[in-house]
């Protein structure tokens, strides 16, 4: 941490949920902490309350006063990936000569002094590394947790002791963030090819994983479908439902709404475990975070009992609304085995009914590149209302739109809708299911088709 030197930290791009989790750190820790983003946000106003200054132009006269006015080396600046280098707060604080990192530099560093799990993977990441942090803290193992996703059993994407005794980090390929970190064990999840937009090709993004994977200088924890890429790794153990080498999950079904199954992990058999969150796929996850649970010491009968409580991560197959008219479920699935999953178990818990789903490209290249793939994925549903591409950090590509996904989703219940004409279009129609579905900025229209659909459900 001597490296992480200056008690003011200034991020640029402070309202992403990586960034806002190490915001929140270095506030903890005593020191100043300010930044910018591009719009006002749930998270941003939380950090706010928190007494978090942010500002919303890149004006650097809108710089508090006492960063403006302090030593070149008394200014930390931490920056996300996605900012361009055009910035101009980025060009002012390069005039200034301060000192910038980005985001997964400074994470490497906050983590390098501590035993930490990093939990990576195309899929899964965010709900393996909460669900492990829950798992850690009901079972009285002191951490840090730096968490892609807001854990609903404590509204935050960071949880912070003072006398941790071990990391749990989610770790992002994005840009290669995720070979800054110094895991002691780690867990990869899956590897679906995705940001082709950084790697180029599939194998370039395996390379990747596979440097990622010897940093880690303990267990390495991957998924049954991915080991091949990892057999020549000391640490490596393999995990997977259904199979009688553990660790494993075994008899899983659906009892009341929820999913139970028996453990068998770390020389323990633990029988009929519940699930405190719905999703055949988190059965799966809650191997991986078990697993690690057990090995930092966490008791059977604490295991039991957190994985019971956990409530799973905002935007993670998330229910929103049950009742017996109307049921809406949403689910940040971007990636086409993400909405497999999410389908696949919205199929499973509510079988006979009929699914509607709104699905929001993420990224231009995305969907250019794994095309095919979700319109084969989309196509499970019984009726789907597509929404235009969010374009995120990208320009727009010729030709690439979500008329020209649309046109290869092999169905017939399909239609483009604006988001301003979102909810009037669900309004005129019978929905039963809803699965909202996306990376980009529809969870903003989650409070009002939220709203919706609650109307239904009454007499």
């Keep these: 941490m001597s490296t992480l030197n200056g008690h003011r930290f200034y991020f640029i791009g ?5 960034m806002s989790g190490l915001a929140r750190y270095f506030r903890r820790r005593g020191a100043e902490v300010a930044g910018y983003d591009r719009t006002p946000s749930e998270l941003t106003n939380q950090l706010q309350s928190e007494g978090i200054e942010v500002q919303f132009s890149e004006s650097a006269a809108l710089i508090p006063e006492g960063f403006r006015h302090a030593a070149e080396g008394d200014v930390m600046v931490v920056r996300t990936p996605a900012v361009p280098a055009s910035s101009p707060l980025l060009r002012y604080w390069e005039e200034r000569g301060a000192r910038i ?33 829950h ?10 947790a730096f968490l892609g996703g807001i854990a609903a059993n404590y509204g935050t994407n960071v949880l912070l002791n003072d006398e941790a005794v071990v990391n749990v980090v989610e770790a992002d390929e994005y840009d290669r963030s995720f070979l800054r970190l110094h895991p002691s064990e780690a867990i990869i999840t899956a590897m679906d090819p995705d940001h082709l937009d ?31 890429h990892f057999a020549d ?21 659906v009892v009341d709404g929820a999913y139970r199954f028996d453990l068998v992990a770390g020389g323990h058999h633990l029988k009929d475990l519940r699930l405190g969150m719905p999703g055949r796929h988190n059965v799966e996850n809650a191997i991986a975070a078990s697993t690690l649970a057990l090995r930092l010491g966490v008791t059977p009968e604490r295991l039991a009992e957190g994985l019971s409580t956990f409530r799973g991560v905002a935007r993670r197959f998330e229910v929103r609304v049950r009742g017996p008219k109307a049921v809406y479920i949403d689910d940040y699935a971007h990636h086409p085995k993400e909405l497999d999953a999410c389908i696949g178990s919205a199929r499973e818990l509510y079988p006979g009914r009929r699914l509607t789903g709104i699905f929001q490209p993420h990224l231009f290249t995305r969907t250019r590149d794994l095309v095919d793939g979700f319109a084969q994925s989309l196509a499970a549903l019984d009726e789907l209302i597509l929404l235009e591409i969010y374009p995120a950090r990208e320009e727009p590509i ?6 020209w996904l649309l046109d290869r989703v092999p169905m017939e219940r399909k239609r483009l809708v604006g ?27 989650v409070p009002a088709i939220e709203r919706h659909m609650n109307e239904r459900n009454r007499p």
């Design 398 to 403: 010729p030709g690439i739109t979500s008329q």
């Design 198 to 228: 950084i790697y180029g090709t599939p194998e370039a993004m395996y390379a990747a994983y596979t440097e990622f994977a010897a940093l880690s200088t303990g267990m390495l924890l991957v998924h049954e479908r991915v080991a091949a």
């Design 419 to 445: 988001r301003d004409q979102l909810v009037q279009v669900l309004g005129e129609g019978d929905i039963d299911v809803l699965l909202t579905m996306g990376a980009g900025d529809i969870d903003r229209l």
């Design 14 to 18: 402070i309202g992403g949920i990586g």
């Design 101 to 133: 990192l980005k985001r997964a530099e400074v994470l490497g560093l906050v983590t390098q002094d501590r035993r930490t799990i990093a939990v990576a993977g195309t899929h899964g990441k965010t709900t393996v590394s909460t669900m492990l942090a």
């Design 233 to 253: 790794h000391p640490g490596r153990v393999t995990y997977a439902l259904d199979r009688t080498t553990e660790p494993c999950a075994m008899n899983v079904r």
């Design 135 to 144: 798992l850690l803290a009901v079972g009285g193992v002191k951490c840090n």
